[in-house]
C-alpha cells in the first residue's frame, strides 16, 4: 500500500484495504463500500472500529458522510449514531491528526449538533479525542472522560 498510516489513539484493527490504479481504499462497514483513504478517513474508520468492537454500538444504527440542511445550507456530518427509537444520539466529527482540535473545529461539529440535537458530541483527530455531554433544555455542556456507554 502506499499510503502511510498515521499513528492514532486507537486499538490496532485489521482493516480490508486495497489499492486501484496508484489510489488506497478502505472497506467501510458502515456504507458497505470502497473509501477512498486519506487520513481523516483513516480516523473515521478506525473510531467506527472502536465504537462497534469494543463499546459494542449497534453499526446497524450508525450512518456515515449523510447530508443534513443548517439553515439553508447542506452540509455533510461524518458519524451519527441513533438510538433505539432512531433518534439521532450521538454525533462525531473526525478530522485528520495533523488537524488541531480548534474551538471552530468544535464550533462545526456544535452547528451540525444544533439541526440534530444529538446528547452527545465528540470530536477526534485521531490522538486526542473531546466527548461531551449536552442537555438542551437547560443549555448545559458536560465534558466527558470517554465515549459514553451505548444502551
Known sequence: MGFSFPEIN????EHKLKK???????????????????????????????????????SGLM?????????????RFDLVVMDASLQPWLICECKAPSVQITQ???????????????????????LKHYCYEIDFKSGSIQSLPSFPVYK
Open 20 to 58: 486501484e490504479k496508484d489510489t488506497d481504499y478502505i472497506w467501510d462497514p458502515i456504507r458497505k463500500s470502497w473509501i477512498q483513504l486519506n487520513p481523516e478517513e483513516w480516523v473515521r474508520q478506525n473510531l467506527v472500529r472502536y465504537l462497534i468492537d469494543d463499546l459494542s454500538y449497534p
Open 104 to 126: 471552530p473545529v468544535l464550533e462545526q461539529a456544535a452547528i451540525y449538533n444544533s439541526t440534530l440535537k444529538c446528547k452527545y458530541l465528540t470530536v477526534t483527530n485521531g
Open 63 to 75: 450512518q456515515v458522510e449523510c447530508k443534513i440542511k443548517v439553515g439553508a445550507i447542506y452540509k
Open 10 to 13: 486507537f486499538p490496532a484493527y
